[in-house]
């Protein structure tokens, strides 16, 4: 959810937000948790994103993922990027899922800066079968000049396909023939954390099937901003030569690695009573009138929610908001929204939750 | 500076630092003045480095620069290189300083990324002259394949090169070439502003000579990283899409643009008393026995002080650190020390740094 946001809504320490990672970012807060966490901790400088407290949360996140090492990357764009870069060169060619970050949003920077060309499969889907990418590399060295894939790139969950995940054994089935032949692969788990807390699979079984995996340290953890990309000591080490090429070594982050650190925390001992809650509600909100929810099989912490055609999901959108809870109609389509569950979900009871949606239908469903 | 001396140091809000571009930072430093900035003003929210605190910063410089827009990003090393890319497209090659940062430090970011050829003048000067430029720009076009410069780069003044400058004439003279040609230019003004305080020669005056120029914000501005990249309304327009295909667009940008802005007004009102008090600072510290302060003719804030061999660099560091004055002597030659003047000079009275260097030449000089 965009900061802009924060500026126009009026939110307390009560709104709940439907729809985004979290809630809308606000300098204030990072402000106020910086103090705070100043006041017991001390932030340990970092020089050119290297050590502090930089240091501290690349070493804290390797740990979680399993893997030697990890960097810090001011976006994930960058950590994405150089990922792709490193792992692919000296080859010239990537598989990536079409509906993928890197390929979609991405200023095509892969291909611009690093000359690597994006092969995208799986077309609308959120990801590609273990067949499509056998024709593909088949494809690379069967052509008139041979060129051979560098990197395999999965991305999960998938933000453009609503959350949705590739499932753990396709990505081994995938991650396994890519090893057979030789091929690294790269994972964009930007939103890996709360994925894993719902399929149960944990952090280190994904990762483990991957070469380098990325995780955002904005989308649950609070940061300003920041990626860390993890992989082998080999793969880490002096890598920050190359993140210092792109311009991505802020003289000091430690601010941002610093409220990631805390904000980590915070998410993983809250994310678990976050699933059960909203698991909890909503299998009730599924009772009221006027409404359907459904599950995507493949799915993560975003649902679908169908409306009969007599809600007007703009006074619905408007009742709940008056009662601070925020949800997202802009992008509806045959009645239905999605409502994405995060860590806001705990500040209000499911109750008080319940009874607000259940007034807004009311209001909002002709009679 | 590097902020991992702000650790090793023991350092109080008296010390003087005479080298590097301010006292080192230190992630305490950012929290209270934030805490102070956030008191009395608010912090309006970016997203993804649009608007907010950010759009603030980037009126408030392009304005003192007198160009109609400006555009932020995280650090120099990528607000140089889009600048070269974006005024060089759709040629190919770049006129550069060979003692510049973007030659020297940016790991051929230029050539690798963008590829964009970088033809370094000036050998171990710290600028080039017209007759070399005009010699390359011949070469460029007069070879077996013409590929005409797309941009010349000026940085001044050049940190390789104890701050020296490019004297305004030359500038002149050199960007109104460029002009008649049709070629753009970019300044590389890192610490424009300090320079223009010591030459007295305005610094709209430098900066309408050029199409784009470059300013950090952490050098003299006390922001923990950030750059501002000045130009035309045309070439800033849509630079964001830039900025983040290079992976350069944080989601939050605000805290940093912020103390920026915080630390653009401290500066603004203490450099005219810091360049007097240095200036009278040096001319008394060069009537102290064994030694002799010079200034480059094209100097700006960094002065060369040579000490006679009886003096033991080494124990004049000790003692001068004992008393909280820090200097640099790892890159001293012939018994040659370089002092950068920065804002830290005003924390302490030249009556007091007087004593204290006349007290540690004579510990430190044999008999």
Redesign the interface.
């Known amino acids: 959810m965009?900061?802009?946001q924060?500026?126009k809504l009026k939110i307390s320490e009560g709104s709940v937000f439907l729809y985004g990672d979290d809630a809308?970012?606000?300098?204030?807060e990072?402000?106020t948790r910086?103090?705070k966490i100043?006041e017991s901790n001390e932030?340990?400088?970092?020089?050119?994103s290297i050590?502090?407290?930089v240091g501290k949360l690349e070493s804290a996140m390797a740990k979680r993922l399993g893997k030697e090492a990890s960097v810090f990357?001011?976006?994930?764009?960058?950590?994405n990027?150089v990922a792709i870069r490193q792992l692919c060169l000296p080859q010239k060619r990537a598989i990536v899922p079409e509906q993928s970050h890197i390929y979609q949003d991405?200023?095509?920077?892969v291909q611009?800066?690093?000359g690597v060309n994006l092969v995208p499969l799986g077309s609308t889907n959120p990801y590609f079968s273990l067949d499509e990418l056998k024709e593909s590399l088949n494809a690379s060295i069967s052509g008139r000049v041979v060129n051979p894939v560098g990197v395999v790139v999965i991305e999960s969950p998938v933000r453009r396909c609503y959350g949705r995940l590739m499932p753990y054994e396709d990505m081994k089935a995938i991650t396994g023939y890519c090893r057979e032949l030789g091929i690294p692969t790269h994972l964009d788990g930007a939103r890996l954390f709360i994925a894993s807390s719902i399929t149960q699979v944990p952090l280190q079984k994904y990762s483990h099937l991957f070469d380098t995996v990325y995780i955002s340290m904005?989308k649950y953890f609070r940061a300003?901003?920041g990626a860390i990309l993890a992989g082998s000591k080999e793969f880490c080490e002096n890598l920050f030569?190359?993140r210092?090429?792109?311009?991505?070594?802020?003289?000091?982050?430690?601010?941002s690695a610093?409220l990631a650190l805390d904000g980590l925390e915070l998410f993983e001992s809250n994310v678990k009573m976050e699933v059960d809650k909203s698991n909890a509600f909503l299998d009730a909100l599924n009772k009221l009138p006027h409404l359907e929810v459904s599950r995507y099989p493949d799915g993560s912490n975003i649902v679908p929610v169908k409306f009969s055609s007599t809600v007007d999901l703009q006074k619905l959108e408007d009742s709940l908001r008056a009662e601070e809870v925020f949800i997202n109609t802009k992008t509806s389509t045959n009645n239905t929204i999605h409502l994405t569950i995060n860590l806001t979900i705990l500040r209000k009871s499911n109750d008080e939750l319940l009874k607000i949606f259940s007034n807004a239908i009311k209001v909002s469903a002709e009679n």
């Open positions: 965009s900061s802009n924060a500026d809308p970012y606000s300098n204030n990072f402000i910086l103090k100043s932030i340990a400088n970092d020089s050119y050590g502090g407290e990357f001011p976006t994930g764009t960058l950590a990027h991405s200023g095509d920077s611009q800066l690093s904005w300003p901003y030569h190359i210092r090429m792109f311009g991505g070594s802020l003289p000091s982050a430690s601010i610093s």
